[in-house]
């Protein structure tokens, strides 16, 4: 079973500034099957990157993403307000097990 | 793609529960359709899969021997069975396809005496 690790549990960012999260996994990710979402409180996770770097509709382009092999990396380029959130990586490239990471919280500095 | 779950449950403490999830459009067959609950104030966590046109259906290790899902192809429905309750099984359960299709609407399983 490949485990996802997300660093750093907590970003404490304000509106406008760059946010850099990590996702990595404990061997390689076939095809690069790497999902990104995006969870507020009292709603359901909403897919901002599949594949590791095919946004998802409707998503902005200040969301991307990156990386292969363990590696992954979500940047939300220019913080909104909106995107204070709870941000999960989810691998479905290693079956027949997936998983999902415990989270990055972004937090308002 | 869609992908409608049944209702909310309530459930005694050693019950069982059976959450539906039926499949509009796009191939029922070929397709994963996962099962991630996610308790309150929790992260999301991936129970098991099933492919309906296989039938075999993986788990994860923390549910083996608690979960079966299963699929009833003449309605695109998939099942997931999940016994032996005990209270932290309540949460919100999605079946979802891989991404990027939509996930269902979750069912709230509440697990209380």
């Known amino acids: 079973e490949i485990v996802l690790t997300q660093s750093p549990g907590t970003l404490s960012l304000s509106p406008g500034e760059r946010a850099t999260l990590s996702c990595r996994a404990s061997?390689?990710?076939?095809?690069?099957?790497l999902a990104w979402y995006q969870q507020k409180p009292g709603q359901a996770p909403r897919l901002l990157i599949y594949?590791?770097?095919s946004r998802a509709t409707g998503i902005p382009d200040r969301f991307s993403g990156s990386g292969s092999g363990p590696d992954f990396t979500l940047t939300i380029s220019r913080l909104e307000p909106e995107d204070f959130a709870v941000y999960y990586c989810?691998?479905?490239?290693?079956?027949?097990?997936?998983?999902f990471g415990p989270g990055t919280k972004v937090d308002i500095k | 793609v869609q992908l409608v779950q049944s209702g909310a449950e309530v459930r005694m403490p050693g019950s069982s529960v059976n959450v539906s999830c039926k499949v509009s459009?796009?191939?029922?067959?070929?397709?994963?359709i996962n099962w991630v609950r996610q308790a309150p104030g929790q992260g999301l966590e991936w129970m098991g899969r099933l492919i309906p046109g296989l039938g075999t259906p993986n788990y994860a290790q923390k549910f083996q021997g608690r979960v079966t899902m299963t699929a009833d192809k003449s309605t695109n429905t998939v099942y997931m069975e999940l016994s032996s309750l005990k209270s932290d099984d309540t949460a919100i359960y999605y079946c979802?396809?891989?991404?990027?299709?939509?996930w269902g609407q979750g069912t709230l399983v509440t697990v209380s005496s």
């Open positions: 979802a396809r891989h991404p990027p299709a939509p």
């Open positions: 594949g590791a770097s």
């Open positions: 061997q390689s990710i076939k095809s690069g099957y």
């Open positions: 459009g796009g191939t029922f067959n070929s397709y994963s």
């Open positions: 989810h691998q479905y490239g290693n079956p027949p097990v997936f998983t």
